[in-house]
């Protein structure tokens, strides 16, 4: 039992990009899609865009947190300032990364490398 056991852990390994995005894109749909929309460009001054978001590409660990434990909090999102507030989603570490590769390689995001669990669960309040 216990080789089984070390066998399964030691050929784990991270999904692909194309099955953590198809988990992400429904996660998406049910956590998300309310305030940023089905194509991600959110609402002006009011809940910033997913969408060809710089945000995205340049603060990945910030996007991790805030999917994680929330966001209150002005924040500049292309060029534009949003001060409202997102509650945690309550959401695993597994499903936060799902999500955020949906986010961060569709609607003109592009990612260099994927974000995994142990990323996620690196991040600390």
């Not at 002006?44 to 996007?63: G, I, M, Q, V």
């Not at 949003?82 to 989603?89: D, E, G, I, K, R």
């Amino acid at each position: 039992m216990l080789v089984v056991l070390l066998l399964a852990a030691a050929t784990y390994q991270e999904p692909s990009l194309k099955e953590s995005m198809e988990r992400g894109k429904e996660i998406y749909s049910d956590f998300c899609v309310t305030c940023h929309l089905d194509n991600g460009e959110g609402v002006p001054f009011t809940f910033p865009p997913l969408a060809n978001s710089d945000y995205l590409l340049e603060k990945r660990e910030a996007s991790i947190k805030a999917l994680k434990f929330g966001l209150q909090g002005e924040i500049t999102v292309n060029n534009m300032t949003y001060n409202s507030a997102m509650a945690p989603m309550g959401l695993d570490d597994e499903e936060i990364a799902d999500v955020l590769n949906f986010i961060m390689n569709s609607w003109e995001n592009k990612q260099d490398s994927m974000v995994t669990v142990d990323e996620v669960s690196a991040i600390t309040k």
